[in-house]
């Protein structure tokens, strides 16, 4: 379902700036649906589309790129339906591109108290780095803004949308790649595919297979992600709450820790095989 797309200006101080919404369906209709109507409140004459599964084979960063390919504003701001944008979004969204040099656009990212530990520690994974304390050129895959001149020069006509991916080829080209705490977004909403170890070993299988460089480096850098990624979602646990809270999600964060890294492992060594398949 498309809303009628005839993107209007929102005004700041700064800039008038035109952009499209895209609503990337991972949960299913009704949940995109809800996240769509959500964000037209804020901007009631943006158009906020819902970017929906054309089939099995379809997978996100394919569904990112017909998003994109089929805005009608120079910016698009794409966003899954698991994931919430604070107040203020839409003029933040303004003022951030109201600098030239800026190529995209994300927030950090918070977790929602209220999801069960196994579905808190899949965002702590996820989305731990992006607290709003690491480097500003991070981008998250649940919401972040491009522009599309810059997205049309770096990707090649059908490519698919690897936020980690998009982000290294904009930094690499001289691009500003922005984050603005006005662009809080709040992961909110369980994803029971997402939190399927097969899940994690495919997206880690993915992610080792575009790693590229010296296979030897690279297969111990894969070693070494177990900690990693274990302690940096601890750390962004141990932040959010009680120990009440997040010693629940220890045994969920080592456990697809773990999976991820036997993926990224076999990445390198054998390649992506279908992974990409996981990621739908």
């Known amino acids: 379902m498309k809303a009628t797309r005839t993107p209007s200006p929102i005004p700041t101080s700064d800039t008038v700036l035109s952009f499209d919404v895209a609503v990337i369906e991972l949960l299913g209709p009704e949940a995109a649906q809800t996240c769509a109507a959500d964000l037209r409140?804020?901007?009631?004459?943006?158009?906020?589309?819902?970017?929906?599964?054309?089939?099995?084979?379809?997978?996100?960063?394919?569904?990112?790129?017909?998003?994109?390919?089929?805005?009608?504003?120079?910016?698009?701001?794409?966003?899954?339906?698991?994931?919430h944008l604070a107040p203020g979004w839409a003029a933040a969204l303004c003022d951030a591109f109201s600098?030239?040099?800026?190529?995209?656009?994300?927030?950090?990212?918070?977790?929602?108290?209220?999801?069960?530990?196994?579905?808190?520690?899949l965002g702590r994974l996820e989305y731990g780095r992006f607290d709003g304390t690491g480097l500003e050129h991070h981008l998250p895959g649940n919401a972040f803004a491009v522009r599309l001149a810059d997205l049309q020069q770096t990707l090649a006509p059908g490519e698919g949308i690897v936020e980690h991916d998009l982000e290294r080829r904009l930094v690499t080209a001289g691009r500003k790649v922005r984050r603005i705490a006005a662009l809080t977004a709040v992961y909110a909403q369980p994803d029971p595919h997402g939190a399927r170890l097969s899940t994690r070993f495919g997206h880690g299988r993915l992610y080792g297979a575009g790693r590229g460089g010296n296979p030897a480096l690279g297969v111990?850098?894969?070693?070494?992600?177990?900690?990693?990624?274990?302690?940096?979602?601890?750390?962004?646990a141990r932040a959010a709450g009680s120990v009440r809270q997040w010693l629940p999600e220890v045994p969920w964060i080592v456990l697809m820790a773990t999976a991820w890294v036997l993926g990224e492992l076999t990445g390198q060594i054998a390649g992506k095989g279908n992974s990409e398949g996981s990621w739908n």
């Not at 030239?100 to 929602?112: D, K, L, Q, S, T």
């Not at 111990?220 to 962004?236: D, E, F, Y």
């Open 41 to 83: 409140v804020e901007a009631a004459a943006v158009s906020v589309r819902v970017v929906s599964r054309s089939s099995g084979f379809d997978n996100v960063p394919q569904r990112r790129r017909r998003a994109a390919d089929g805005a009608g504003a120079p910016v698009v701001l794409l966003i899954e339906d698991t994931t």
């Open 99 to 121: 600098d030239p040099n800026v190529a995209a656009v994300c927030g950090p990212i918070e977790v929602a108290p209220g999801l069960a530990p196994r579905y808190r520690a």
């Open 220 to 236: 111990l850098k894969a070693g070494l992600a177990m900690p990693v990624l274990s302690l940096r979602a601890l750390r962004a």
